[in-house]
């Protein structure tokens, strides 16, 4: 008979393993985050998940606060035998992980205890790792803290954005959870405890960290600009208007002022702390993404 699982997630990063559990177990109901505004028109959106789960059949619940009594409660009925969690968005009380016999295991975005925390992937790149990937862990009382059962590795790429790495990083981990689990749940694997010496933390990001400084050198802001591909997305300013930069890359021998604004080759490019950043591809205020070549044919004023 195989064990009752309750999963419990939000993104699209969750996506992956959502599918793959339901493949492979019975799983009884999922735990999502609630509709929330999104968009222009501010729309009530369902997280990625919950439409995701409604496709499979699977009975959905969207509280507010996990540790509202009725969530708990339906958690109770459910009954599960392990609860698997993966970017979930809410920290669980101890009475939600002793609740499955088995625990409860989270799929994390990076090598722990390298980037505990909200924002891993973009940690990741922000830092010039040239390495990351993903932990199955069983979960306990504290952020990221828990003793990991398995890991893997994979390279970050010179041009990975947070976006690509997402997806790689999220097929990933759906993979090492379904090799995983079986030894777990048959007690032959024993979790061990993480290595405290190398612990660094990923906090959540916000909206405003997008707006680029540029005192910082253009390699630090290329990174910034892959680390932010798609949310919240790197912005300069240009004409009163965010002007948001998709991607860019550092020539680090070729100096200007910072902040000033210079053509380098076809493309428009700032000057930086140490270097300048080239501008791929932007999308000014209201338009759609454009290469940078195409943007300097409309803004001829873009060099001071």
């Not at 222009?40 to 919950?50: F, Y």
């Not at 940690?123 to 390495?131: F, H, K, S, V």
């Not at 195409?294 to 004023?301: E, K, N």
Request: glycine share 10%; proline share 10%; with cysteine.
């Amino acid at each position: 008979m195989k064990p009752h699982l309750v999963f419990m997630g939000s993104p699209k990063f969750a996506l992956p393993t959502l599918s793959a559990l339901a493949e492979n177990y019975s799983i009884q109901g999922v735990v999502t985050q609630p509709d929330r505004p999104a968009g222009r028109g501010k729309e009530l959106t369902p997280p990625a998940i919950k439409s995701f789960a409604i496709d499979l059949g699977l009975p959905v619940i969207q509280p507010e606060k996990i540790k509202d009594p009725v969530a708990m409660q339906q958690l109770a009925n459910w009954a599960p035998d392990l609860i698997v969690v993966v970017a979930y968005g809410q920290i669980l009380r101890q009475t939600v992980l002793d609740l499955p016999r088995n625990g409860c295991i989270n799929v994390h975005a990076s090598l722990l205890p390298r980037w505990r925390g909200a924002a891993p992937i973009q940690a990741a790149i922000l830092a010039g790792d040239e390495w990351t990937g993903v932990t199955i862990m069983r979960m306990d009382s504290g952020v990221d803290t828990g003793p990991i059962l398995s890991q893997r590795g994979i390279p970050i790429l010179c041009e990975d954005t947070a976006g690509s790495l997402s997806e790689r990083l999220a097929e990933m981990g759906a993979e090492l959870l379904i090799e995983t689990l079986p030894a777990y749940l048959m007690g032959e694997l024993q979790p061990r405890p993480q290595n405290e010496l190398g612990v660094t933390y990923a906090p959540m990001l916000k909206k405003g960290d997008g707006q680029l400084d540029f005192t910082q050198s253009a390699l630090d802001l290329a990174r910034r600009v892959r680390a932010f591909n798609p949310w919240p997305g790197a912005t300069t300013q240009w004409k009163g208007q965010p002007l948001r930069i998709h991607s860019a890359h550092a020539i680090e021998d070729y100096l200007s002022p910072p902040g000033q604004r210079l053509v380098y080759g076809p493309k428009p490019a700032i000057g930086t702390g140490q270097g300048t950043l080239v501008l791929d591809e932007v999308q000014p205020a209201g338009k759609k993404a454009m290469p940078g070549d195409v943007f300097l044919r409309g803004a001829r004023d873009w060099e001071e």
